[in-house]
């Protein structure tokens, strides 16, 4: 299989706290050896738009869709149900994200339609 990151995906990326993108980074590994791995908890989450959700942790979800031997994904969120408030004024962090994950069959390059 091979994946593939939205403008949407890499964009959510940029804001995902450090040690959230290095967990990823192995959950990414797991998907792409078998979708059914148990600590993904992978499920359909929309039928309609055929997408799927996985777990990066119990507070982090990711969202993709499976085009023929293709995952594409589309964002990676923390879990609404585990969002805490924001401390009033509060705005985004200024720490440096990680880089994407690089390898064989990891295209960053955005999809036909993103480039349209």
Do not use: C
């Not at 040690?19 to 993904?40: N, Y």
């Amino acid at each position: 299989m091979l994946v593939r990151f939205s403008e949407r995906f890499r964009r959510s990326y940029e804001n995902v706290p450090p040690a959230i993108q290095r967990t990823f980074h192995r959950k990414l590994e797991f998907l792409l050896q078998d979708l059914r791995h148990p600590s993904l908890r992978a499920k359909k989450y929309d039928e309609a738009r055929d997408l799927w959700q996985a777990r990066v942790t119990r507070g982090w979800r990711f969202y993709f869709t499976i085009e023929a031997d293709t995952y594409r994904l589309h964002d990676i969120i923390a879990h609404p149900l585990t969002l805490p408030s924001p401390p009033s004024g509060a705005r985004g962090s200024k720490r440096l994200p990680g880089p994407l994950p690089q390898g064989e069959g990891i295209e960053t390059a955005p999809s036909p339609s993103e480039e349209a």
